[in-house]
């Protein structure tokens, strides 16, 4: 073989190799673990201060009906989202949702939230507030993991094998809600076992084989990103504007004057105090959230719900579920202000619940 010819045949070998390895690191079996179910339950809720940075891929199923207010949850959903994060605690990082269509950033610091759209080049800063619509941090198999662990009891968690998740072993957890609510069945959890941190999250609804959301790292650094990789700096090209509220549902709960009950059909408030205008009930993936919209808001929202397949008028409001997801419009109807307003019931609930929700609701109204 000539010199030349061989010292080529070299390099493909090398290169080659260079390419294989990962490939086969990534494909070998996962090293089990002996964790028990609770114990790994306990990592996992208390990773919330593990610092981390990666490339997260979710894809979502559920396609629920949309309207200007709802758009961006509806996008969460029922679509995929390719995600880069920096996280370096639960009040300091950046998410970067990387769409076809564009980039989205998310920062949270210093007790602001700040979306910044890359295409137009806008920054949007509001105040952190307990209650908001989800985001693209919620979907993170971090953030969603442990929430889903929220309120779990022992008797709905048993492991699962262990699997490769962003090149690491990742022992499972599967938690089955035992809840007469409960549209989710079952949520498996694929973690870091010495951080606990949640590397995947699948989440299946009633009848699915296939996950209705999944979220999981594609690479991952168990380590703290520097602060200048969080912190948002406008350049001069850069619009800034700044709102109240988050979304919809903040600014209900800052401005509206109900005072929702402290429990409804039979699910308690999610944080354990009563809620003020917007509720949140529930443990786990047993959400509901209930929540008052003006007229003009409200009236959009009904009538997507009359126009999806399923939909029905009920004596307490139109309702409709797509896969685990029910959501519940009640009639219009005035406030101490003379306004009208109706309230958006919306989780994973069974519309039976959300019908139980809704009248016990309006009854105290």
Not at 194 to 211: M, N
Request: no cysteine; glycine share 10%.
């Amino acid at each position: 073989m000539a010199p030349m010819t061989r010292r080529w045949l070299i390099v493909l070998i090398v290169a080659a190799m260079l390419v294989a390895t990962p490939l086969l690191v990534s494909a070998r079996p996962a090293r089990s673990s002996d964790l028990t179910a609770d114990v790994l339950a306990t990592r996992i809720r208390g990773s919330v201060g593990v610092g981390w940075s990666g490339f997260v891929q979710s894809s979502g199923a559920v396609q629920i009906p949309s309207s200007d207010s709802f758009a961006s949850l509806a996008q969460l959903l029922g679509e995929d989202s390719d995600l880069r994060v920096w996280w370096r605690s639960a009040a300091d990082w950046r998410v970067d949702r990387i769409r076809s269509t564009g980039e989205t950033d998310l920062f949270r610091q210093a007790g602001t939230t700040v979306r910044w759209v890359f295409e137009s080049e806008t920054a949007t800063v509001s105040p952190i507030s307990t209650v908001r619509l989800p985001d693209a941090s919620d979907l993170l198999p971090s953030s969603l993991g442990r929430s889903m662990l929220q309120g779990a009891r022992a008797e709905e968690l048993s492991r699962l094998p262990s699997r490769r998740v962003g090149g690491i072993d990742a022992p499972g957890l599967r938690l089955v809600p035992h809840s007469a609510a409960a549209t989710v069945t079952a949520v498996d959890i694929w973690a870091d076992a010495d951080s606990g941190l949640p590397l995947r999250v699948d989440v299946y609804g009633p009848g699915e084989k296939r996950p209705v959301v999944s979220t999981a790292v594609r690479d991952v650094d168990l380590s703290t990103p520097d602060a200048s990789t969080t912190a948002f700096v406008a350049g001069d090209s850069v619009e800034l504007e700044y709102e109240d509220s988050v979304d919809v549902a903040a600014a209900a709960n800052a401005l509206s004057e109900y005072d929702l009950p402290a429990t409804l059909a039979g699910l308690g408030p999610r944080n354990g105090a009563d809620p003020g205008a917007v509720g949140v009930y529930g443990r786990g993936p047993t959400t509901l959230i209930v929540l008052p919209l003006r007229g003009r808001v409200a009236g959009p929202v009904r009538e997507q719900l009359r126009s999806s397949a399923g939909a029905r008028e009920t004596a307490v409001g139109t309702v409709a579920t797509v896969g685990p997801i029910g959501i519940l419009v009640t009639p219009r109807r005035l406030d101490s202000s003379g306004r009208g307003s109706a309230f958006v019931l919306a989780g994973a609930v069974s519309a039976a619940t959300l019908e139980r929700a809704a009248s016990e609701l309006l009854a105290t109204l």
